[in-house]
């Protein structure tokens, strides 16, 4: 079944813990975006990546870093998270920016 | 960047009446996209709609695209209580190239309820 899965679901943590939110998509897709979600603000794009090794900046980048070393997964890293990266997480993948893009599931990130 | 706003911001209809909502734009696109979410979850594409068309259907949902007015709208006929959720328009905006942008930019989404 072709999928984005998204690793954890639901995460409760504390100021400064460095956590990462995995994502994988198995449709060979070579576009993946993080996006965060918050009430009132929409979707907002944290960072993309057209293929392997070339990631990009979105709008809200700030606090996230990520990596692409395999076309399959595109993992989120928060070093040192805040209060403020309380959010709910998607993962999303497309064969090009401009396609259908596929979301996981989210991950509820909660930032004590 | 910019950013599709959708209109209005929540809708409350009968079951079996037609739902009608509204995307703005501030730039000019290569397509626009309508994406429908489910309480929390993940959203799912629903319809793609290129530039230099202005009107494609898909089910019971239909789409006009207007680019001289820089809006979109997304009708779905017949509604049902399975229909309840949140919709976006998704913008990719073109660069001065006529490329993309390499992203996708989603508006803050209307909330629709359907009253069985």
């Known amino acids: 079944e072709a999928q984005v899965t998204q690793n954890p679901r639901y995460l409760i943590t504390v100021t400064g813990k460095k956590l990462t939110v995995t994502c994988s998509q198995n449709m060979n897709h070579e576009y993946m975006s993080w996006y965060r979600q918050d009430p009132g603000l929409g979707l907002r794009q944290i960072y993309y990546?057209?293929?392997?090794?070339?990631?990009d900046k979105g709008d809200v980048p700030e606090g996230y870093k990520v990596s692409r070393k395999e076309k399959r997964n595109f993992p989120l890293i928060l070093e040192s998270p805040s209060p403020n990266q309380t959010s709910l997480y998607f993962c999303a993948s497309s064969i090009t920016s401009y396609n259908e893009q596929f979301f996981g599931p989210g991950t509820r990130l909660t930032v004590l | 960047s910019q950013q599709g706003e959708e209109d209005p911001q929540a809708l409350s209809i009968q079951e079996g009446e037609n739902a009608t909502m509204n995307c703005s734009y501030k730039t000019s696109i290569n397509n626009l996209q309508w994406y429908r979410q489910n309480s929390g979850r993940g959203l799912v594409h629903l319809i793609l709609?290129?530039?230099?068309?202005r009107e494609k259907h898909s089910g019971r949902l239909r789409v006009t695209l207007d680019t001289s007015k820089k809006s979109s709208s997304l009708l779905i006929t017949a509604s049902r209580a399975a229909d309840t959720a949140s919709y976006f328009c998704?913008?990719?905006?073109?660069?001065?190239?006529?490329?993309?942008?390499?992203?996708?930019?989603f508006g803050k989404g209307t909330k629709l309820s359907v009253i069985p």
């Open positions: 709609i290129r530039s230099n068309e």
């Open positions: 990546s057209m293929n392997v090794e070339v990631t």
């Open positions: 998704a913008t990719d905006p073109k660069r001065d190239s006529g490329a993309g942008s390499y992203q996708l930019t």
